[in-house]
């Protein structure tokens, strides 16, 4: 197999390129996205995923901690913030019923990933946070003393070495930080004040404790950011030395999310900033050592994902990229998403719905999308040209037992724009995405996207 070019040094930036093609579209950590679920019964998963008990293949956890101390003036995460820590317990509560009530279909199947997200999952005190890890033990065929990727996103601002401590004798073994921008300006427009002493305290007290990776969160776009600004954040980054890195491209859309409108719209950078910004990012850490993966993610090329994206094994969910095969995905907790065996599923988002579902007795399943043999080809299609870059007709026609120019004509000949600026190759047998291309794949990708129109396009965030 021939490993994919990870190389950017020769890498020619081209605004005016790029700015033709900056419209809208998803991050394809899902096909189709969630915009596509629509009203499933409360049982449907549970019944779908009693009918695949046969499978042994391992899985892959998801745990949505909803809790946030502090509200970050940018966010537009699904949370609820308050300092009353007891808040959490009927919420632990929930989260066990869900667990027993969903585990008899996946006992007998290994958990390889398991992910802690939000919110702010170390909002939970150590005693919350171990009851989680007990119960999840205890429904799950899941040992963290054996080898698996087991993770948590943390704020720095209110997270403790002693945490952090306790967080690998418990068996996490990888923790990802928002970082966001270590500018005061910056942090003061956002809410998120935070200290570089305080990131590297904390990262010190990670790497003393042994854990095998290390993550960054930031965001480019934010309230009175500067290339000059932003430069000195990437360099005291670079300094910290993560071993990822993701930089999300800011979205300002205080209609959608209340908590933007304490952002003077004033202070956002312009759409040439940003893509400035961009391109000083990509520049700094590919000048420091990381390659860029793609999709706002860079890695240093040692990483399993650098090692796995040059070897053809990389994959992408939810979590974003991975270096496991496409494991079957357990969602738990409020708004949580779940895929098993090419059924999607979402619980209910707002937090006493959730609870109320499972006081009852009922999964708080609310919404999902069964797929069916179109949307699983273009799936793996759009998954494999985020992860790939390049696409090779035959695989997908031996598979799939179709004719790939004939079945996707259409998409081939939308490409062809793409193709004149030089950011694809439309060759007899493959489809090969050039270095400006990268920049561009969610647009790329959406031209394989059968759920895709303009009204839909319009609630995602900018390609770039």
């Known amino acids: 197999m021939t490993e994919l070019s990870t190389d950017f040094s020769n890498f020619h930036w081209d605004d005016e390129m790029i700015r033709r093609y900056e419209g809208k579209g998803p991050r394809y950590t899902s096909y189709p996205t969630a915009l596509s679920f629509t009203p499933i019964k409360h049982d449907q998963f549970t019944r779908h995923a009693a009918q695949c008990q046969d499978v042994s293949d391992p899985i892959s956890l998801y745990v949505h901690i909803p809790f946030c101390e502090r509200l970050c003036f940018y966010c537009g995460c699904n949370k609820i913030v308050t300092q ?17 009530m969903i585990s008899p279909s996946f006992k007998h199947r290994p958990v390889h990933q398991l992910h802690f997200g939000g919110g702010t999952p170390n909002y939970l005190t150590k005693e919350q946070f171990q009851q989680v890890i007990h119960h999840l033990e205890k429904f799950f065929d899941l040992d963290m003393t054996r080898e698996g990727e087991y993770s948590i996103e943390v ?29 005061p300006k910056v942090q003061h427009a956002i809410n998120r004040i935070q200290t570089y002493e305080e990131v590297e305290e904390i990262v010190r007290a990670a790497r003393g404790c042994g854990y095998q990776s290390i993550s960054f969160d930031l965001i480019y776009g934010l309230p009175y950011q500067s290339t000059e600004t932003f430069a000195k954040t990437l360099e005291q980054v670079v300094e910290l ?6 930089v999300f491209n800011y979205a300002h859309l205080p209609d959608r999310f209340k ?3 304490l952002i003077d719209s004033d202070s956002i950078p312009t759409s040439a900033t940003k893509l400035d910004l961009l391109h000083l990012t990509i520049r700094k850490l590919m000048e420091a050592g990381y390659v860029y993966i793609g999709m706002d993610h860079f890695a240093k090329a040692d990483d399993e994902l650098c090692v796995a994206q040059r070897s053809g094994t990389l994959q992408r969910n939810f979590q974003g990229y991975s270096t496991h095969n496409e494991l079957d995905l357990v969602g738990l907790g409020a708004s949580s998403i779940s895929l098993v065996q090419g059924l999607y599923s979402q619980n209910a988002k707002g937090l006493k719905l959730y609870q109320n579902f499972l006081a009852q007795g009922i999964l708080p399943t609310e919404k999902g999308y069964q797929l069916n043999e179109d949307d699983e080809l273009r799936k793996e299609l759009i998954m494999t040209l985020a992860c790939q870059y390049k696409l090779d007709y035959t695989k997908f026609e031996e598979k799939y037992g179709i004719n790939f120019k004939e079945y996707f004509a259409k998409e081939l000949a ?8 030089g950011m694809v190759n439309l060759e007899e047998d493959r489809l090969q995405i050039n270095q400006p291309g990268r920049l561009l794949i969610r647009s790329i990708c959406m031209a394989f996207d059968a759920h895709m129109n303009p009204e839909l396009q319009q609630r995602f965030s900018k390609v770039i």
């Open 84 to 100: 009353q820590k007891e808040k959490a317990d009927p919420y632990i509560t929930a989260l066990k019923q869900e667990m027993e």
């Open 155 to 183: 704020d720095p601002r209110t997270l403790t070495t002693e945490q952090v401590s306790h967080y690998r004798k418990l068996g996490i073994n990888r923790i990802s930080m928002g970082i966001q921008d270590f500018d």
């Open 414 to 421: 939308s490409l062809a724009h793409f193709a004149e600026d």
């Open 259 to 261: 908590a933007q409108k």
């Open 241 to 246: 030395n993560p071993d990822r890195i993701a």
